[in-house]
């Protein structure tokens, strides 16, 4: 069983300080410390009393979020830029009709990597990169049940939109790109990708740690045409631990344990996911950012691995991907009327 404990002495010691009565712990005495605490216990003690009963309940003010916009990333060590060009490369596929300038990367040296084909066949047999919330270099094996790298990059306003929590330990790789001119005819942009987490499964719905893809400034990474790339959903939200270990965030990640575990630490994985992304046709030179984050706390890591990313035709059109404006409010809409109106009487 997995705990997410930071400091288990710190958190012990807090308890008996606080002389806090836990109702829920194997050694509560009435009104004494726990001295045996149970994990929802401990889950109270670091992260607080309260816990969301609905993953889309905001854990975090709209104000809070529009304020990552502005938050400069944190210092971290320089990524040479021939790595991240080599990122790039190896997620473009062949001959993708995609020219790529000024590339950004926010991350570790070690926080992402590229990937061979036959790295991890039963999960995605196609050569790409993976980006993480923690480090790229993961075992062969899943030897942990809560693999944890805390990176200290920082937190996704993206990520961050999609959980409804803060964010931490984001790992973005961006770029502007053109079409090549046999591309020129295209009006999109497809790539696999395949999400993977240590919060699965009993910190669905509780951590919501995400993925998303954003091109023109539209985030197209969802698991189905209903769900973002983001960890939200359990029968029993909010509550530790997730115990519909089958059907948890609507079926779309597969456990990863017992004798047919997967060559990679984390706990769950979707299957090969395709992202489908429209160009603005009103810019000549696009935008792209890919970029994953930890939700709520900096423990357990998540991945995302990336392939096969390139220029492509869609039946639709990007018009069809922007917000509908938000309606005008009655009063205001009589007031406009009535002004327009008296303006028309004026000059008349």
């Known amino acids: 069983m997995k705990i997410k404990i930071i400091n288990l002495a710190v958190l012990m010691t807090l308890a008996a300080a606080s002389g806090n009565s836990l109702a829920s712990g194997g050694g509560n005495g009435g009104g004494t410390p726990d001295d045996n605490p149970s994990p929802q216990d401990l889950y109270v003690l670091q992260f607080g009393a309260e816990k969301q009963g609905n993953a889309n309940a905001a854990e975090i003010t709209e104000t809070e979020l529009e304020a990552l916009k502005l938050l400069p990333p944190p210092v971290q060590p320089q990524v040479p830029s021939d790595t991240v060009n080599q990122l790039v490369n190896a997620w473009l596929a062949t001959n993708s009709g995609i020219s790529v300038q000024n590339i950004g990367y926010i991350g570790q040296s070690n926080q992402a990597r590229i990937y ?59 770029f502007d790109f053109t079409l090549d001119p046999a591309a020129s005819g295209a009006n999109a942009v497809t790539s696999k990708f395949v999400f993977a987490s240590e919060e699965y499964p009993e910190w669905t719905g509780i951590f919501r740690d995400g993925f998303a893809l954003i091109v023109d400034g539209v985030n197209y990474a969802q698991f189905d045409a209903s769900n973002f790339a983001v960890l939200d959903n359990c029968t029993n939200i909010g509550v530790y631990p997730c115990a519909d270990t089958i059907q948890n965030d609507n079926g779309f990640l597969t456990a990863n344990s017992g004798a047919t575990a997967v060559p990679f630490e984390f706990d769950g994985y979707t299957a090969v996911l395709t992202v489908n992304a429209f160009l603005n046709p009103a810019l000549t030179q696009h935008s792209l950012e890919a970029v994953i984050a930890d939700s709520n706390d900096r423990l357990w890591d998540s991945a995302v691995f990336l392939s096969g990313l390139s220029a492509t035709t869609l039946t639709g059109t990007f018009q069809e991907q922007i917000p509908a404006p938000v309606p005008v409010p009655a009063p205001f809409a009589l007031f406009a009327s009535a002004l327009a109106v008296w303006r028309l009487r004026r000059k008349s």
Do not use: P
Request: aromatic content about 8%.
């Open 116 to 174: 061979a084909a036959t790295e991890f066949t039963s999960v995605i047999d196609t050569a790409g990169i993976v980006l993480t919330t923690g480090n790229a270099n993961f075992a062969n094996s899943n030897t942990s049940s809560g693999a944890t790298t805390v990176t200290d990059t920082g937190a996704s306003y993206e990520v961050s939109k999609l959980s409804n929590q803060f964010t931490y330990d984001a790992n973005s790789l961006r």
